[in-house]
T-cell receptor
Framework: GAVVSQHPSRVICKSGTSVKIECRSL??????MFWYRQFPKQSLMLMAT?????????EQGVEKDKFLINHASLTLSTLTVTSAHPEDSSFYIC??????????????FGPGTRLTVL | GDSVTQMEGPVTLSEEAFLTINCTYT??????LFWYVQYPGEGLQLLLK?????DKGSNKGFEATYRKETTSFHLEKGSVQVSDSAVYFC????????????FGTGTLLAVQP
């Protein structure tokens, strides 16, 4: 099946710094990518929907200026956590939709990025 | 709003036991329903799906039937293996322009030899 990668898999940073997470679709084109946040023992919460060539659509309660999303190409979306604080520590997961799969456009998920802010 | 509720875990079973993980949903329309599995250290993988009422999704011995009358999509497997140990997520898709997925909280399954 289609493969989605994320980089880095794990990052530790100091409070106040910015962190960029990359999400790539390796063998298919994805006009839409999704960014999720997963808290321990909780579900995935959709943060934003990233569309290639246009602005991302953020879910209610998600700060646009805090979580910057750029979907510059059909295979790459980036999430930048700006001025990170300990409460931003979480597991961030992206998914990409294969728009060429025909009847149903399945979402393929990346392995996630563990962010720890000290 | 639309939501998904699934049974809390962890669920601990012996190998070859029967598995049921309950999932119910609330939706204004008729969403597609999914089960995803997350193995330790890996991303989510689609396990099975159903797109309309009475559809049965199946894969790797797992099954789930889309029950509109009870708004349920329970996951079942007749004989679990140690390799089935993972977190299972039930999800619905809103079917709108963005096709967003709404997830349940996940159920940890631990299968003991």
């Amino acid at each position: 099946g289609a493969v989605v990668s994320q980089h880095p898999s794990r990052v530790i940073c100091k409070s106040g710094t910015s962190v960029k997470i990359e999400c790539r679709s390796l063998d298919f084109q994805a006009t839409t990518m999704f960014w999720y946040r997963q808290f321990p023992k909780q579900s995935l919460m959709l943060m934003a929907t990233s569309n290639e060539g246009s602005k991302a659509t953020y879910e209610q309660g998600v700060e646009k200026d805090k979580f910057l999303i750029n979907h510059a190409s059909l295979t790459l979306s980036t999430l930048t956590v700006t001025s990170a604080h300990p409460e931003d520590s979480s597991f961030y997961i992206c998914s990409a939709r294969d728009t060429t799969s025909g009847f149903y456009n399945e979402q393929f998920f990346g392995p996630g990025t563990r962010l720890t802010v000290l | 709003g639309d939501s998904v509720t699934q049974m809390e875990g962890p669920v601990t079973l012996s190998e070859e036991a029967f598995l049921t993980i309950n999932c119910t949903y609330t939706a204004t329309g008729y969403p597609s329903l999914f089960w995803y599995v997350q193995y330790p250290g890996e991303g989510l993988q689609l396990l099975l799906k159903a797109t309309k009422a009475d559809d049965k999704g199946s894969n790797k011995g797992f099954e789930a039937t889309y029950r509109k009358e009870t708004t349920s999509f329970h996951l079942e497997k007749g004989s679990v293996q140690v390799s089935d140990s993972a977190v299972y997520f039930c999800a619905q898709e809103d079917g709108g322009a963005t096709n967003k997925l709404i997830f349940g909280t996940g159920t940890l399954l631990a299968v003991q030899p």
